[in-house]
């Protein structure tokens, strides 16, 4: 049943805090760090020599965030804290939104700090921070959360399909385990998508569905590995890419839907089973901005 299935975990592309260096300002010469040493109009640098890393990320029954095993940098199991959501200006007026996430030792003292932009940075640019938002849980969950795209066709309660765009929150929808379940929440994001941000495209007939299916990289399907048909594991789309008839698309802007029920559910999109949104701490933090506070009182904490 659906409660044996394992949490859902992201992947996210992180530079490390020394590749934003401060060269002009209060805290000229230091790199980039958490919300509470940061001081407004310093001008940050990114370096020419920034690697890209990928940040595993899962939560825990308790709601915190993690490292996950299977993390490209970071120490699995540490404790991630969301610290802040900076605003950097460019000269041109552009602005540009970077996460900051710290990562914590047992005795709670910073190992690592890592930044998550959410547009492409460029070298030798005076990016001056205008803005600091310590309430950035609302960016992190539509970074962070499985999410379908316009266009996909959700199956109804009555078995018709309904595109995601046309959804509303109390409409009946099949689930895999659970019978007929109403959605309570409906959230949608616009991204650029670029590396690990950019969706995974299905091709009709890949692993037995009757249109083209785009979800984000880490959103899980029932698929069987080895022979491509459904209802065997659930898989992330990233893993089932071949180069063919499953890519990744990378480029331009890409328009994210999730779908939020009284618990973490299996549904139909295009006629493959696919995982909705987890109600953990990524959907919790974020409840001031997109969740009714009286729904949120009434979901399963997970503890």
């Given at each position: 049943?659906?409660?044996?299935?394992?949490?859902?975990?992201?992947?996210?592309?992180?530079?490390?805090?020394r590749?934003?260096?401060?060269?002009h300002?209060?805290n000229?010469?230091?790199?980039?760090?958490f919300?509470a040493?940061?001081?407004?109009?310093?001008?940050?640098?990114?370096?020419?020599?920034?690697?890209?890393?990928r940040?595993?990320?899962?939560?825990?029954?308790?709601?915190?965030?993690?490292v996950?095993?299977?993390?490209?940098?970071?120490t699995?199991?540490?404790?991630?804290?969301?610290?802040?959501?900076?605003t950097?200006?460019?000269?041109?007026?552009?602005?540009?939104?970077v996460?900051?996430?710290?990562?914590l030792?047992?005795?709670d003292?910073?190992?690592?700090v890592y930044?998550?932009p959410?547009?492409?940075?460029?070298?030798r640019?005076d990016?001056?921070?205008?803005?600091?938002?310590?309430?950035?849980?609302?960016?992190f969950?539509?970074?962070?959360?499985?999410?379908?795209?316009?266009?996909?066709?959700?199956?109804l309660?009555?078995?018709?399909?309904?595109?995601?765009?046309?959804?509303?929150?109390?409409?009946?929808?099949?689930t895999?385990?659970?019978?007929?379940?109403?959605?309570?929440?409906?959230?949608?994001?616009?991204?650029?998508?670029v590396?690990e941000?950019?969706?995974i495209?299905?091709r009709?007939?890949?692993?037995n569905?009757?249109?083209d299916?785009?979800?984000?990289?880490?959103?899980?399907?029932?698929?069987?590995?080895?022979?491509?048909?459904?209802?065997?594991g659930l898989?992330?789309?990233?893993?089932?890419v071949?180069?063919d008839?499953?890519?990744?698309?990378?480029?331009?802007f890409?328009?994210?839907?999730?779908?939020?029920?009284?618990?973490h559910?299996?549904?139909?999109?295009?006629?493959?089973?696919?995982e909705?949104l987890?109600?953990?701490?990524?959907?919790?933090d974020?409840?001031?901005?997109?969740?009714?506070?009286?729904l949120?009182?009434?979901?399963?904490?997970?503890?």
């Amino acid at each position: 049943m659906i409660s044996a299935i394992a949490k859902p975990a992201a992947s996210l592309p992180v530079y490390l805090g020394r590749d934003l260096t401060c060269m002009h300002g209060a805290n000229e010469g230091d790199d980039l760090t958490f919300a509470a040493e940061l001081a407004l109009d310093d001008a940050y640098w990114f370096s020419e020599d920034a690697a890209q890393h990928r940040l595993g990320i899962q939560s825990t029954n308790t709601g915190a965030i993690t490292v996950s095993d299977d993390t490209g940098t970071g120490t699995p199991g540490a404790v991630l804290h969301l610290d802040s959501c900076l605003t950097f200006m460019s000269p041109d007026g552009a602005t540009t939104e970077v996460l900051v996430l710290v990562e914590l030792d047992r005795a709670d003292a910073v190992t690592a700090v890592y930044a998550l932009p959410l547009a492409p940075l460029s070298p030798r640019v005076d990016y001056t921070l205008v803005g600091i938002d310590r309430d950035a849980a609302h960016k992190f969950a539509e970074v962070a959360c499985v999410s379908f795209t316009r266009g996909t066709k959700i199956t109804l309660a009555s078995g018709a399909q309904k595109k995601i765009e046309a959804l509303k929150i109390g409409d009946r929808v099949q689930t895999r385990d659970n019978g007929v379940q109403e959605i309570r929440w409906i959230g949608h994001s616009t991204v650029r998508a670029v590396g690990e941000f950019a969706p995974i495209a299905i091709r009709k007939g890949a692993v037995n569905n009757a249109h083209d299916l785009v979800v984000s990289p880490d959103h899980r399907l029932f698929i069987d590995r080895t022979t491509g048909k459904t209802g065997e594991g659930l898989v992330k789309a990233r893993h089932l890419v071949n180069g063919d008839t499953i890519t990744q698309q990378d480029g331009g802007f890409v328009e994210y839907f999730q779908l939020l029920f009284d618990q973490h559910e299996i549904i139909y999109a295009e006629g493959i089973a696919a995982e909705t949104l987890m109600v953990d701490a990524r959907v919790r933090d974020s409840e001031p901005n997109k969740v009714d506070r009286e729904l949120a009182d009434t979901l399963p904490s997970h503890a």
